[in-house]
């Protein structure tokens, strides 16, 4: 059985017992060690689940915020049924730590205390589906009580062991290159990898004060509303730096990694768009939100039922599985799905709407949002209506369309020109 200590904020302590513990220098590194040690799956602490900070892919959670899916399932499996197995067949939990000291005790066991300091340099950097699986198996062992089916499955638990990787004296500079090696078995997504790099804690501030900046997910299988990713593709509709009346973000729907990637480079630009689109966040999310809540009413404006639009092989936008959407910025619900390819270009052509300067550091409204989307939401609409019936074009073509964007856009600077607000 592990034992644990707090030792100060953000610092955890704990001791698992061991048979033996054999840490090498890392070459190279001359404060660096790496161990290698097997641990019975009882003995790991529960409290590891807070230190996952360091691991780039969390474990997928369902609704119910139990974890999910084929890994986990497999390796619940081995639990159950081979337990014997599975220190032969996981590649095991791999632990940063601040420090491993192992200790000899009485009949030739031994301890291995383990210490974290802190949240972004230590913790469990990979093996985190393992870790899940076994808490998840132990968890549903403990509330089975005392049936034949709990001693059963806690002697099956008893068996197995993992063997447990310890990395110490790591530069912190390194944990997300170390976090994208480990994770092999199951590619790392871009965006959770940037996120370890402390790339996107500039939106994390923008967005702190204001409605749906919990629903934000900034590392990969995380369950909000609302993946970094697509974030960083709205901001990129609005950068007027690369993007013009005459040049349209269409080649950013459905490729989130090329957005990534215009996203790191505007970020680290001199002087950068993004240092004048980030404090915006919120305002181009809320926007999202509100164009979504009002394109079912602007498509009945033009005669087409929105809620038997195609969202998929089979759903439609208007089916019962959709009713109760969250708004997450705007505080509102509906009763549809409004996919990104009717949104994307939608959003962008409000990219008309800023007087932008980046020289002069100038990213403003031209017109307040509130009072310029209720007198351009239908025609815009329109504009995409008109391909769905004229051209048959699906929703994912809308977000694909150069010709969409820039219709959109141009019906926006119309009604600025008509309002004299283009000077």
């Known amino acids: 059985m592990a034992h644990t200590s707090p030792t100060a904020v953000h610092s955890y302590r704990f001791t698992v017992p061991v048979d033996e513990y054999r840490a090498l220098p890392i070459p190279g590194y001359p404060e660096a060690k790496a161990g290698n040690c097997f ?70 066991r031994g301890e291995l205390t383990i210490s974290f300091s802190d949240l972004e340099r230590h913790g469990l950097v990979n093996g985190g589906h393992t870790y899940a699986a076994i808490r998840a198996e132990i968890e549903e062992t403990e509330n089975l009580g005392d049936s034949d089916e709990a001693e059963s499955r806690r002697r099956a638990l008893n068996q197995a062991f ?30 959770s990898l940037a996120n370890l790099a402390k790339r996107f804690e500039a939106i994390a501030l923008a967005m702190k004060p204001f409605p749906g900046a ?31 009346d ?4 269409s080649m950013l729907y459905r490729y989130s990694k090329k957005s990534l990637d215009l996203f790191t480079q505007d970020q680290d630009a001199t ?18 939100d509100d164009i979504k809540y009002a394109v079912p009413k602007a498509c009945e404006a033009v005669g087409y039922q929105f809620g038997r639009t195609k969202v998929g092989a089979s759903a439609r936008a208007g089916s019962p599985a ?36 980046l020289m002069a550091g100038r990213c ?60």
């Not at 474990?59 to 399932?73: D, E, L, Y």
């Not at 969250?326 to 962008?348: E, R, S």
């Not at 509130?370 to 391909?387: H, Y």
Request: aromatic content about 8%; charged content about 25%.
């Open 162 to 191: 993992v063997r447990l990787h310890i990395l110490q004296g790591i530069d912190p500079g390194l944990v997300p290159e170390i976090a994208e090696g480990l994770n092999t078995s199951k590619q790392v997504d871009s965006a």
């Open 214 to 244: 919990d629903e934000i997910g900034y590392m990969q299988n995380e369950n909000k509303e609302l993946y970094i990713t697509e974030v960083v593709t709205m901001l990129e509709l609005f950068n007027c730096e690369r993007f013009s």
């Open 39 to 108: 641990v019975r799956v009882t003995d790991l602490p529960q409290k590891l689940d807070g230190w996952m900070q360091v691991n780039p892919r969390v474990p997928k959670r369902n609704a119910k915020g139990v974890v999910a899916g084929p890994v986990i399932q497999g390796i619940r499996e081995t639990l159950r049924g081979r337990p014997l197995r599975m220190v032969v067949m996981n590649q095991g939990v791999f632990l940063m730590a601040d420090s491993a000291e192992f200790a000899k005790g009485p009949g030739g």
């Open 364 to 423: 403003e409204w031209r017109v307040p949002l509130d009072q310029l989307l209720p007198k351009v939401i239908d025609a815009i609409v329109g504009v995409c209506v008109q391909a769905r019936k004229g051209e048959g074009l699906e929703p994912d073509e809308l977000g694909m369309k150069d010709h969409i964007y820039s219709q959109c856009y141009d019906k926006i600077q119309l009604q600025l020109a008509k309002l004299n607000m283009l000077n």
């Open 246 to 249: 005459q040049r349209h973000p």
């Open 271 to 288: 002087p950068s768009p993004m240092a004048l689109l980030i404090p915006r966040t919120y305002e181009f999310l809320k926007l999202a």
């Open 322 to 357: 959709n009713h109760g959407t969250k708004l997450p910025f705007n505080g509102k619900t509906m009763d549809y799905h409004v996919t990104n390819g009717w949104l994307f270009p939608l959003l962008a052509a409000f990219r008309a709407n800023l007087r932008w300067d």
